[in-house]
């Protein structure tokens, strides 16, 4: 077993890969009660494009998640959820754009649990009645997310933002996709991607590492995989320029909700992903958040009920949005404009920033389920796990932060408005 060190804030991360090929990471927490397991498959609703031995293979929009539905099944009559509720634990799963997981939480149990986890994602029963059982409720799924404010905010923003980029798309995809994914799809894409060399295991909470190992190692033996295919998913290409400059959405809302977007391709910054992500979100937080002046003055103008304003980093593209609760967006958008357009950022900025998020580091590991999918993301996001990150955090300077507002600055003119409203009462 290998020990991450994570530097300077006293904890460790317990790696081990099993023989067929499956990363298990640990993190143990004695101050708790319970322990969080989640299986995760790196695929998810982007890939839907994709090549194995030379072929070429396209599955429709919404796979990732309708697979992560039917995985449940155990029998024709039998789910996980039905053996985890005899236990007393929680279960769900949830499917991204980037992967697919699989968790379970409990304070008690530990063998069985982790065991029936491993079991139940590994060994799957698909057959085309339990497909089709499952197809009305992900259509209802569907339809509900299309009618919820948020969601319709969210991928309402991104089709405009992207011209090719499949976060365009429902993660659930569209009714139509829902309708004709078939089991032969199904199949096609668990005995693709489900394999352990493409999926990992994150245990976080209170038990006991070498147990926990000894349980993995004796399950995975018992199992037979195929020799691992690695599929190569489709490269696409995503054009600088926004895909439409603005987009009114109605929906049922009592106050207006508006986002403006900008797009700038990552490769003007010149720094690594992770902290690039930290300097933008310290600037959008410094000129947009609760304590800051602009915000202040808009809410004191009663221009806006809340604000707002996050970084988001894709494959190509960096997505910095601002968004705001107001009954008066006509007024306030030219003013976010012209602030983001007029950033600023002080060395007492970064100094206050800097002793924040280490204590931000420091604290978050007291929860496990946080931990546990911080973990997660960096394995999906960056293809590693950080062990610096207190001296990243401790490392922020005011020189690099101004360069990176420099950039900033030069690159706003691509950008997209979109606001959802109320419906109009003639409806």
Not at 18 to 29: T, W
Not at 96 to 120: G, I, P, R, W
Not at 221 to 247: D, L, Q, S
Not at 315 to 327: N, T
């Amino acid at each position: 077993m290998e020990i991450i060190k994570l530097k300077n804030i006293d904890e460790i991360i317990y790696y081990e890969k099993m023989d067929n090929g499956l990363p298990v990471y640990m993190l143990i927490n004695k101050n708790v009660n319970n322990y969080y397991i989640t299986l995760n498959v790196k695929y998810g609703s982007l890939d839907t494009e994709y090549q194995v031995d030379n072929k070429d293979i396209q599955v429709h929009d919404g796979i990732a998640h309708y697979l992560e539905h039917v995985n449940f099944n155990e029998d024709d009559n039998y789910t996980a959820n039905d053996y985890f509720k005899n236990l007393g634990s929680f279960i769900n799963a949830f499917t991204t754009f980037q992967f697919t997981a699989y968790e379970v939480t409990s304070s008690n149990k530990f063998k069985k649990n982790l065991e029936h986890l491993l079991d139940y994602v590994e060994k799957p029963y698909f057959t085309k009645e339990l497909i089709e059982k499952e197809r009305g409720i992900i259509i209802e799924e569907v339809k509900m997310g299309k009618n919820n404010p948020n969601h319709k905010l969210f991928f309402g923003l991104n089709k405009c933002l992207f011209q090719k980029n499949k976060r365009r798309n429902l993660v659930t995809g569209e009714v139509e996709d829902v309708k004709n994914i078939t089991l032969e799809e199904i199949k096609n894409v668990y005995d693709t991607f489900y394999h352990p060399e493409n999926m990992f295991l994150v245990i976080t909470g209170n038990f006991n590492p070498k147990e926990a190992i000894s349980i993995i190692k004796e399950n995975q033996a018992k199992k037979k995989f195929n020799k691992y295919k690695k599929p190569i998913k489709k490269k696409i290409i995503e054009p600088i320029k926004i895909n439409k400059k603005t987009r009114d959405i109605e929906t049922n809302i009592e106050i207006p909700k508006s986002v403006i977007a900008y797009k700038i391709p990552i490769n003007l910054f010149k720094i690594d992903k992770l902290i690039l992500n930290i300097y933008l979100n310290i600037l959008l937080r410094c000129n947009f958040g609760s304590v800051s002046s602009f915000k202040e003055d808009l809410v004191t103008k009663r221009l806006i009920n809340g604000i707002s304003a996050y970084s988001d980093i894709n494959e190509e593209m960096v997505i910095i949005e601002v968004a705001i609760d107001s009954e008066k967006p006509k007024e306030v958008i030219p003013l976010i404009k012209e602030k983001m357009n007029n950033l600023e950022i002080t060395e007492e900025d970064i100094i206050r920033r800097k002793r924040s998020n280490i204590a931000s580091l420091i604290k978050d590991y007291d929860d496990i389920e946080y931990v546990n999918t911080d973990i997660a993301y960096q394995l999906i996001e960056y293809n590693k796990i950080y062990d610096n990150m207190y001296d990243i955090y401790n490392d922020l300077s005011y020189d690099e932060a101004s360069r990176i507002l420099d950039v900033l600055n030069k690159n706003l003119d691509n950008y997209c408005i979109v606001n959802l409203v109320s419906y109009k009462k003639d409806k």
